[in-house]
Each structure stands twice: as C-alpha cells, then as structure tokens.
C-alpha cells in the first residue's frame, strides 16, 4: 500500500523490500570484511615471523633443502627410517642449479647419507649445518663450486663427527674458492677426496678435536693443499689428536700449513709433500708431543718449516731438492731431529752457504736434538764428507748433528 505525505510517496512494502535487501548487503560486506582481515593476518604470521622468513628464503635459495627431520620423508618422501644403520638417502641425483645450493640441510637429528650425486650450484653444491653428531655422511659425489669468490664445493660447520668420503670436487669458476670446508666441527673423517685447482683444497676452521685428514689427493691450490687453523682456546674439544695420514700435496703454494694455538696431539705421516711454492710442511703455535715422519718432502722452496711449536719429534722423513733449507726451527723447544735424509737442499748455496737446515732464533733453554741420544744415530746428510769423528753443524746456531749416519735410511 502506498501513502503519499505532500509530494512524498511512500510504499511500504517496496521500503520493505529495499531495507531487506540493504541489510543483507550489509551482512555481505561485514562478513567480507571479517575475511580480508583475517587472511591478512594469517598472512602477516606467516610471512612477518623471522623464523618462517629465514626458512622461506632458505628453501627458496638451494634446490634440495631439509630444515628439519619431517623435511626428509613429508616433503621428499627419501627411502630410509633415518636409524644409524637405515639412513635417509639422497642418492643418484644430478643436479644443475642456478641457486646458491645443491642439497642444504639444517638442524636435523636423523641419520641421513648423501651419496652417488653430481652437482653443480651457483655458490655450494653441499652444506651441511648444525646436525646432530655423526649423523652425516657426504660420499663418492661430484661437487662443482661455480662461485667467483670464497664459497666451497662441500660446506660442513657445526656438525661433529661428519664423515666426506670419496668425493670429487671441482672447481667451476674461480681459484678463491674451497673444496672442503669445515668450521666448528671436530671428530670429523676426511678421506678419499681429491680437491684440486682451488684456492685451499681442504679447509678446516676451528674443527680440531679427533679429526682424521687420510688418503686425500689437494694439488695445484693457490694457498694450501690442507689448511688446518684453530684460534679458540677452551677446553671444548675433550679428544685432542689430529692425524694426517697419506695424503698427496702437490704444486700448491704451501702443501700443509696448520696453525693450532692450542693442545693437540697431532701425526703426520707418510704424506707426499713436493712441488710447493713456498713450504711442504708449515707448523705454527704448537704446543704439544706431535710427531711428523715417513713422509716425502721433495722440491718445495723450503722442506718443514716449524715456529713457536715446542716437543715435536721428526723422523724417517725424506727431505731432499727443497730450494732453499730442508728444514727451518724458529722459536721451538724440544726438538728431536734424527734418522731423516736431507738431500741436496740449498744447493745454490743462497741461504747461510750450503747447509741443509737452520735455527732463526734460539735462546739458551730452546733444546734442539738432532740425533737419537739412546741410539746415537742422527741423520744423513748429503753435503757432509762422513767420517767415524764427524759431525754436522747447523746453521745459525751452536746445534749440531753429533752422530751423522754414513749412509741413506731406508725409508
């Protein structure tokens, strides 16, 4: 029914209709509005909580990442139960990828293996961070480093008791980059690795602790074939030796070059160490009973180098053709030297004459021996004319071989 008041036409049952359909509307809009607001802040969780920002970015930025142990069956369904005898696997896998890594896992406690792969990133082909210890094995995989500047083709930091066994690292790009590198990570096996053509061939920062370097092949690096460096000095790391055993050095600028400033056992043994620009052998702030023997020191521009290191035994080391002295002793305490060849080292006689070894700085309580005092056997030097009453001085120091051997060890 229609009622008119003065010019004004009212029905109301159209009125009626229109409020209904306003309300209505307006019901729309509110619920509308309940929506957006709640989507936008499920949104703004998910994407303004750090946490979740750095895990997006983490998965965004390597082409297999694992953050944590669901990743490895909820998001990549890998064969295995993650027990130390069924170990995830990520095997058989070649991978090309513009991002920064290959394979990145992050926190996990599951024992996992990444084996059999080949792959090439833009930064790293494997890193590997905070995992729970001896849960990680990198084996027999192909590891291509395409970075320009300081990246590494196998990352392991924070990860005790990692084993990187056999694998093949290459360097695509630049000769600033890594083939091994571990940081944090003591307890660790090196084995098997050949890392040639980077800027160090095996890196290890602050990774001392029981750490076992054997059988690796690191030639023609820019640096060092092996770097060792630990600058921490706590008592972290309750397993203190170091072995480094059969490995091959070869025409890099220093072959192994450890600086410890610490307490550790450390062996080096039957090593080949030849070729080197600068040194075969450098050890640096060494303060424990270490012994380097067996190994081949061939061609380098100096043979061993040792300074501010105290107690350390070096014998049946065959030391010959260094261009300048076979061995160097700066600032060191307790040295045995005996049953080693030195072999035409200095020969052009540019450094102190013709000697073959030399003391730089030596102060009355620096003891230097260089022969057996049980045995009375010392060493074989090429350059001396051997008699029963010889002996062999060395230079820029009052030490001397007392028992020079007449004839070569037999190594």
């Known amino acids: 029914m229609a009622i008119t008041i003065g010019n004004r036409k009212f029905d109301r049952e159209k009125r009626k209709k229109q409020e209904d359909a306003n309300d209505k509307g307006f019901k729309g809009f509110m619920i509308s509005l309940a929506v957006i607001y709640l989507l936008t802040a499920t949104i703004a969780t998910t994407v303004l909580t750090p946490r979740v920002m750095k895990a997006n970015r983490k998965y965004e930025n390597g082409e297999i990442v694992i953050l944590n142990d669901n990743d490895f069956t909820i998001k990549y369904n890998l064969p295995g139960s993650g027990a130390f005898d069924d170990p995830y696997r990520l095997e058989n896998i070649t991978l090309q990828t513009k991002k920064l890594w290959g394979i990145y896992i992050d926190e996990t406690t599951k024992h996992f293996i990444i084996k059999n792969c080949t792959i090439k990133a833009n930064q790293t082909s494997i890193l590997i961070l905070h995992v729970a210890f001896g849960t990680g094995i990198v084996e027999n995989n192909t590891c291509i480093a395409n970075s320009p500047d300081h990246y590494s083709s196998i990352i392991v930091n924070f990860c005790s008791g990692t084993k990187i066994l056999k694998n093949i690292c290459k360097n695509g790009f630049s000769d600033n980059n890594y083939g091994i590198s571990l940081y944090g990570s003591p307890n660790c096996i090196i084995s098997e690795n050949i890392c040639n053509n980077f800027r160090e061939g095996i890196s290890c920062y602050n990774s001392i602790g029981n750490l076992d370097i054997r059988n690796n092949i690191c030639n023609y690096n820019t640096v060092s074939g092996i770097n060792i460096y630990n600058y921490v000095y706590s008592d972290y790391y309750t397993i203190d030796s170091i072995v480094i055993y059969n490995n091959t050095c ?6 192994l070059d450890v600086t410890l400033q610490e307490r550790f056992y450390v062996f080096i043994i039957e090593n080949n160490f030849s070729n080197n620009t600068i040194d075969g052998i450098s050890l640096e702030d060494h303060d424990c009973e270490s012994i380097i023997a067996n190994n081949q020191i061939s061609n380098n521009g100096l043979g061993i ?14 030391i010959n053709n260094n261009t300048d002295f076979g ?19 200095n020969l052009v006689g540019q450094i102190e004459g013709l000697k073959q070894a030399s003391v730089e700085y030596q102060r009355y309580y620096y003891n230097h021996f260089w022969y057996n005092n049980a045995t009375k056997k010392g060493n074989y030097w090429s350059d001396l004319v051997w008699s029963e009453t010889a002996i062999y001085n060395i230079t820029n120091t009052t030490d001397a071989d007392l028992y020079p051997l007449q004839h070569p060890v037999d190594i």
Not at 305 to 318: G, Q
Not at 329 to 338: A, G
Request: proline share 0%; charged share 5%.
């Open 250 to 255: 070869l025409m890099n600028y220093v072959g």
């Open 305 to 318: 180098r040792l300074y501010s290191s105290w107690n350390i035994t070096i014998e049946y080391n065959h």
């Open 327 to 345: 061995m160097i002793l700066s600032h060191v305490y307790n040295c045995y030297v005996y049953q080693n060849n030195f072999l035409y080292n």
